[in-house]
């Protein structure tokens, strides 16, 4: 009969002792040790990196969706001198540019994070993603819109390093115990961003300086999370200098890292035929449509529909995601704690949150397309239930990679993040596509039911498909020969 996936973990742990013990002598060792861990420590502090980098970046990527109201409305601008486009017939196209280049590293940058940690190379890349944040308004000047798209094109190309990045760090810094928890505290700046970024630069592209600064705002804030990282950051416990000993046996014994960094071969044919990786698919390319649809379209949304104007736009457009960051922080508690006490195994809740963050959404989307754009609490009660409930996924499929392959979460991570967020750019076509006139609400409801029904799907195909479970292929190790052998 299998082993379940704790006793899978237990085993790892017990085998990587240096000295021969039984289970109940490791017990009262790690109990020893542990039971003195400060309520702060090291591995919060990685943690706490990982937000930020999530915070800013994404509050660079973000800033458009909001700036791209006052770039082209001369109305909004307090200030005449401040260049305008209203010309510009093609924002979706701009909105979704970023996400040309996002997608495309990801399967590598994956893999070199994996092998090679992903300290310097988040530092490097992302620091050639904050100048080019600051060029935007240039190329908008010199070259108009398709400037706009080359230059986000390849801001989103020196971006594709973070998921995978932060997946690493997951797999390296956090306890299973505390998996959901500190996964949703890092993934949660995502949204903290996209608050910060609609609200600022709401208020920036509105004052004297207008919407150019905001750019430059976010990318003087890049620059100094790199410096940061150069300086605080650690790929593992293991090369931390202040890290103290109870501490990193917790986190190591933990994840079955005591042997210390194994070479170990990147099983490609079984990440690319494995099932439950499929089922992970389906739920982030769903999960992230709606997402993106909403996150760039929201802005557009509140101001021909709802017709609020820059201010109230840029606070209504947050409020969603602003919600979204305190709910994910119930669903995380709630799911480390029903794991932790033995109420359903891991698998059984990856596919309960996931339901919850697709579903629910799925029903407040079916319910806006029908509201009329006179309701207007009625509708911004809508876009918050359904893009805070969603937070849900954060303790559901985004935080089953680590789940199914911590030996390979960069890895893994970035194959699916690759296609998952290919639908970044793919949504705001679609919506240009669909909706020609920004000002019918029929046009809107279409978008709104096509995202239902593909949350609603994904949702049913991870129930059957998703799993828990630690992947036979995350354990093999690399042969000098060229063979590969299990670590069981």
Partial sequence: MGKSTTDRREDISYTSIDVKLDKSNFQNSKDELTKNLPLLGVRHGQALIGFLLIFVFYGARSSLSSAIVAMTDPTVNSDPAIPTYPEWQDKSVVLSAFFWGYVLPQPLTGWLTNRYGPKWFLVVFLTISSALGSAIPLAAAQFGSKGVMVVRAFQGFFQGLIYPSVAYTLSHWVPVSERSRMATFIYSGAYMGTVVALLVTGALSTSKYGWPIAFHFFSFLGIVWCILMAVFGYDTPEEHPKISKAEKFYIEHSL?????????????????????????LAAQCTSNFVFYLLITQIPLYMSNILKFDMDNNSFMSSLPYLTFVFLSFFFSTASDAVINRNIFSIGTCRKIFTAVGLVIPAAALIILGYTDPKHQTKAVCLLVIAVASSSAILSGWAVNPIDLAPNH?????????????SLGFVAPLVSQVIVTDQGDISQWRIIFLISAAGNVLGAIYFAIFGSG?????????EKSNGNKTSKM
């Fill in 256 to 280: 079955g890292h005591a042997n210390g960094k194994k070479k170990l071969n990147t099983p490609w044919k079984a990440i690319f035929t494995s099932v439950p990786i499929s089922a992970i």
């Fill in 469 to 477: 479970e630690i992947q036979p292929w995350n354990d093999e190790i």
């Fill in 409 to 421: 979460a960069g890895t893994v991570n970035g194959l699916t993040s690759s296609i998952g967020n």
